[in-house]
């Protein structure tokens, strides 16, 4: 990892513009919530404006949650007390429970015009060495993203082994494009806050960037349509000696979901 690319990354605690940014987003989550609590309270709220109400503080708590979650993990991964930690995981069946999770969070209202696509490229249990709540952590943060920049469409989500490295993609069709690729990539976190007021991403990014780092991957983000996001990055994961690999016939199977 270049010298660069480290000063980038230690620069996001000491970052003004990104504490300033926090500090507004979670005033403005809590804002919300003490206002719709006490909404809720109001004898002429119906039990429908009540549930609506109630839907408002939950998305409002998990956002405020998620913004430090990130921001601490970030924080801890500069103080070099962040370490990978392999197990091994069966391949075929490494994200079944994360996109459980993210099938659910589309399930909401919210998102009820957003769909999620997986493609499955492989028809047997092949076992790797890999660093699984780390990648979730990733995944997880890029989810987010698409998530937050796209109101309807798609976020497709796939993943493949070749080299000796698992090869992983999140693709929207939003628009936070230019966004990620400002974040992705500056070498000055503070101007690119000022170009894009959007600490939430800024975090999401960052954090994913050194997790990725820490398991000694890379990652790079192209456009995908006109305003879409493509956010690529592989990561080293050995396959377990004896495991049978055997990739699906069918590459590009697509399952919507």
Same mark, same amino acid.
């Given at each position: 990892?270049?010298? /660069? ?7 996001? &605690? ?7 940014? &926090? ?44 913004? #430090? ?6 924080? &801890? ?24 999770? #993210?099938? /659910? ?42 998530? %937050? ?5 798609? &976020?497709?989500?796939? @993943? ?13 069709? $939003?628009? $936070? +494009? ?21 600490? @939430? ?8 960037? %050194? ?13 995908? $349509?006109?305003? $879409?996001?493509?956010? +690529?990055?592989?990561?080293?994961? %050995? ?19």
């Amino acid at each position: 990892m270049g010298n /660069e690319t480290i000063s980038t990354m230690n620069n996001m &605690i000491n970052c003004p513009t990104v504490l300033t940014g &926090i500090s507004h987003e979670m005033r403005t989550h809590m804002n919300a919530i003490v206002a719709f609590s006490f909404l809720m309270k109001d004898n002429c709220c119906n039990n429908s404006d009540r549930d609506e109400f109630s839907n408002q503080i939950l998305n409002s708590c998990e956002q405020l949650l998620g913004l #430090f979650d990130s921001f601490l993990d970030t924080a &801890i991964i500069d103080t070099g007390n962040s370490k990978a930690d392999l197990k091994i995981c069966k391949l075929d069946s490494l994200l079944d429970d994360l996109l459980s999770e #993210f099938r /659910e969070e589309l399930g909401k209202e919210d998102h009820k015009d957003l769909e999620l696509v997986t493609e499955i490229q492989f028809s047997n249990s092949v076992e790797v060495n890999i660093d699984k709540n780390k990648l979730y952590r990733v995944i997880r943060s890029l989810f987010q993203n698409s998530v %937050k920049n796209t109101k309807s469409g798609y &976020i497709k989500i796939g @993943y493949f082994l070749r080299d000796d490295k698992v090869n992983f993609y999140i693709l929207d069709s $939003g628009l $936070g +494009y230019f966004k990620c690729k400002e974040f992705l990539q500056t070498e000055d976190l503070n101007e690119s806050l000022l170009l894009y007021n959007d600490p @939430y991403t800024a975090i999401n990014i960052t954090l994913a960037k %050194k997790l990725i780092h820490m398991l000694s991957g890379t990652i790079c983000v192209e456009c995908n $349509g006109l305003t $879409g996001t493509g956010i +690529y990055f592989s990561i080293p994961a %050995k396959m377990v000696v004896g495991s049978n690999i055997n990739i699906n016939k069918y590459l590009n199977t697509m399952i919507a979901i």
